[in-house]
Each structure stands twice: as C-alpha cells, then as structure tokens.
C-alpha cells in the first residue's frame, strides 16, 4: 500500500453540561468556539488551527470520572500545543484547576475537564 499522509482533523469529548464546559474551554482554557451545523444533538466546536477542531458532545459518559490517573499523561488524552503556555497555566492556576507537569520534562501539563477528560497542552518552541 503507497504511504499516505493523514492529519488529524477533529477529536470528540462527551460532556455532561454543556453551557459550562463551552465556558470552561473559551474562558479558562483560552479556546475560540466555532459555528457548529444542527445535528440533532447538544455539543460546540472549538477551532485548533488550520483545519483542526476540539468537539464536545452532549452525551452520557460511559467512562468513570473517579478512580482515574491523577497524572492524565496515563490516560487517554488530547493533546493541544500553544505559543502561549505561560496564559494557559496562569488561567489554570487563576481557576484552581489542578494540572500535572510533564513527566518528561517538556514545557507541557496536564488536566481534566469538567468531565473528567485529560487534555495536554504543550507549549511551543
């Protein structure tokens, strides 16, 4: 099969309340919501980058949110890089969202949302 080159264009998260985690990820998190088309459905969508996205759906979640890693790096996880790193730890911080440090020593942490998901946000170099 010829090598082909793909690119991740969108990830999904279920969320049980959706006007506070849209206020999560646009206030604390520093994310800018996008138009999302009707699709029967409750959730928002959040711009990356070029073509890349952040969803969130308004839906039962069947994972645990207790007992999970406290560390998100060892657990499932998005993983979003930003030139700013600094403003996203000090808006964590203003927020008392609690946030791990990368194990690896990269400028990179750690967090759950509302939901319990873990998202990395890495800084840029």
Known sequence: MKKLNFLLHHSSLMISDLDASIKFYTKIVGLQQIERPDLGFPGAWFELGENQQLHILLLDNIDPTTGRPEHGGRDRHVALTVDDFDC????????????????????????????ANAIEVIGRH
């Open 88 to 115: 996203v730890r000090e808006s964590l911080d203003a927020n008392k969202v609690f946030y791990t440090m990368s194990k690896s020593g990269r400028k990179a942490l750690f967090f759950r949302d509302l939901d």
